[in-house]
């Protein structure tokens, strides 16, 4: 059985009264405040999916450099995160049904800022010794999405969707642009919701060109996950 596992929501850094900025996590509208072990790990994960060896590999690293205490267990802060919805985790005999069980019902929504997402990526990896001054021009350019990838960010730019609610638009060639167009055009009755909807797109196994798009924008940070 494989597990994957992926970061729910956005980091933001607010300042408290006495100008401290505290890290929070905004999902569905509502901010999570994170302590310093939970930031870590929840950043090992943002644009990244990741196998439970590699995610506890990555935290430790991180830990190691930041120069914090240990702290409590590794499996304490994955649990609590998982427990809030701030991290996915997905499985599945395959690598193809672990990502969709990752994926599938998490809500889509596209990164505006990019160019700032991929210079504040540079300056981390520079800062971890990873990359030198030279490599920036290299990642700092924006990648060339596919064809699907383009329809992918199209769709998610009119209207949130889940991954499943995508691979249905696709396969059944529906291009909504409202919200109540969702409803109409990839629901057949009124007691279906994203949640069956997924499970009936994982029988048919129709997922794979869609969730190879999806999987490539969020790597490339396109796009983020919210879970509603």
Not at 82 to 107: F, M, N, P, W
Request: with cysteine; glycine share 6%; charged share 20%.
């Amino acid at each position: 059985m494989l597990t994957l596992y992926t970061a729910i929501g956005t980091l933001k850094f607010v300042k408290n009264t006495d100008g401290k900025s505290t890290p929070m996590v905004l999902n569905n509208h509502q901010e999570f405040g994170l302590c310093d072990h939970e930031l870590i790990l929840w950043s090992c994960l943002a644009f990244q999916i990741l196998q439970i060896h590699e995610l506890e590999s990555a935290y430790h690293v991180r830990l190691k450099n930041s120069g914090r205490p240990d702290g409590l267990a590794f499996s304490h802060y994955l649990n609590r995160l998982l427990l809030r919805g701030l991290i996915a985790k997905g499985e599945g005999v395959t690598g193809v049904d672990a990502l969709y069980q990752l994926l599938g019902k998490l809500h889509i929504l596209p990164v505006h800022e990019t160019f700032s997402t991929r210079l504040f990526t540079c300056i981390q990896l520079y800062v971890e010794g990873k990359i030198k001054p030279g490599d920036f021009g290299k990642y700092l350019r924006k990648e060339k999405n596919t064809p699907i990838e383009e329809t992918v960010l199209k769709l998610t730019k009119a209207v949130p969707l889940t991954t499943a609610e995508l691979v249905t638009c696709v396969d059944q060639k529906k291009v909504p642009k409202r919200e109540d167009e969702v409803l109409t055009q990839l629901y057949d009755g009124t007691e279906d919701t994203y949640l069956t909807l997924a499970d009936q797109a994982q029988i048919l196994h129709i997922q794979y060109p869609v969730l190879q798009a999806v999987g490539n924008l969020y790597l490339n940070k396109q796009i983020s996950f919210q879970r509603f």
